[in-house]
């Protein structure tokens, strides 16, 4: 006859404790203390018995985790946020989860996450902009070990992938615009242009070419915010307010401008309220402009004019190139890896909307001239 296996209810009996007792004891839980005399009855028990403490199985070593980081420099513009909705929606199709991390443009914190990139371990890491010029060496440094693509200024030379935007080609595009309509005095209002945040002024030098090549350089007011705004942590209504505040300095100093341009479209609305609150109509003698075609641009009551430049979009081909890395990292062709580099680029378009329209000079002269032709076809 076979005998019965001892089990822990056994020894429990036999030693005048509880099962959890004999099971913590025998299994060596030292977050929990007993009485020498406690653990001497249940050791004791288990020998005379026979028992034997089941062998733990060896959790098997888990598969690393398929983990994408973000880099993204400010959460409270609808454009970051567009983005990170591309990247999102193409990792999700694939399996693969986000670690989003939110520099609020500082440099200790850049360098921060940086440093937890080589225990983190991600699969790839996009940044939404470009990364600081003092961090190039280290994201450099980084892409030779995990994929890395950019969204990034064209003009600024990076040797990684990059999903590009030419932003000088943006400022061309709305100045065209309004110079088409007639404006030949405007103003345009940025964030803070300094040297770490070239993209800006990229656009905004872009904008000053086409009003250049028309002798009308002169003419173009730029109104920046001062560069303790970036040093600021962002708020939800940062880049509004400079649209607002800064409007509202441009109509005390200027009387004769016609139109005026926020680099995004955040800064564009700010614009549109300060106009509001003082009375202007909007586009009747003032016209505006923004750039990203964000969400809130599309609604009807704001019905903002903007450059579309396929942001999701960018997000997802971001996404694509990490995955095309990962692929080949994985896959064998032969002794030698290969060398890809990735360069993405999209055309932006206008989107003219309800707030542009031609420069008040224009229609008052358009006026006039279906006023004289009217009072010649009467006086024949």
């Known amino acids: 006859m076979k005998k019965n296996k001892v089990t822990s209810s056994d020894i429990a009996k036999a030693a005048g404790v509880s099962q959890s007792t004999v099971s913590m004891v025998l299994n060596r839980k030292y977050n929990v203390s007993f009485s020498k005399e406690t653990i001497r009855k249940v050791e004791q028990a288990a020998k005379e018995m026979g028992y034997e403490i089941p062998k733990r199985k060896k959790p098997k070593e888990s598969k690393r985790d398929k983990l994408i980081v973000v880099f993204c ?21 694939q399996g693969y989860g986000l670690f ?19 225990e983190l371990r991600p699969l790839g890491i996009i940044y939404t902009c470009n990364p600081s010029h003092c961090f190039m060496d280290m994201v450099e440094e980084l892409a030779g070990e995990i994929p890395i693509a950019i969204i990034n200024n064209q003009n600024e030379h990076l040797n990684v ?25 405007v103003a345009y209002i940025a964030p803070p242009l300094t ?20 002798g009308l350089k002169g003419n173009v007011i730029i109104k920046a915010a001062s560069e303790e705004t970036d040093e600021d942590v962002p708020n939800i209504d940062s880049e509004y307010k400079i649209g607002y505040d800064l409007t509202k300095e441009v109509l005390k ?13 955040m800064i564009a609305f700010g614009i549109l309220d300060a106009l509001h ?29 903007t450059i ?20 080949s990292q994985n896959s064998t062709y032969s002794d030698i890896q290969p060398i890809s580099t990735y360069h993405v680029e999209y055309e932006p378009k206008l989107i003219a909307r309800g707030t542009t329209s031609y420069a008040k000079t224009k229609i008052s002269s358009f006026s006039k001239n279906i006023t004289n032709n009217s009072k010649r076809k009467n006086n024949k």
Do not use: W
């Open 73 to 93: 420099s400010n959460l409270t513009n609808p454009y970051y946020v567009m983005l990170l909705q591309g990247i999102e929606s193409r990792a999700k199709e």
């Open 100 to 118: 989003v991390c939110n520099t609020q443009r500082d440099l200790r914190m850049e360098e921060r996450y940086l440093k937890m990139m080589p």
């Open 161 to 185: 992938d990059a999903v590009e935007l030419d932003n000088s080609k943006l400022g061309r595009l709305m100045a065209r615009h309004l110079l088409e309509l007639g404006h030949r005095k």
């Open 195 to 214: 040297t770490r945040q070239k993209q800006r002024s990229k656009r905004v030098e872009g904008f000053l070419k086409e009003f250049d090549a028309k």
């Open 253 to 265: 100093e200027e009387k004769d401008v016609t139109a005026i341009v926020g680099l995004n479209d």
């Open 277 to 305: 609150e003082e009375k202007y109509k909007v586009p009747g003698d003032i016209s505006v402009m923004g750039c990203d075609n964000t969400l809130f641009a599309r609604m009807h009551k704001v019905s903002l004019t």
């Open 308 to 327: 579309e430049h396929f942001v999701v979009f960018k997000g997802r081909d971001a996404c694509d190139i990490i995955m095309k890395k990962i692929m």
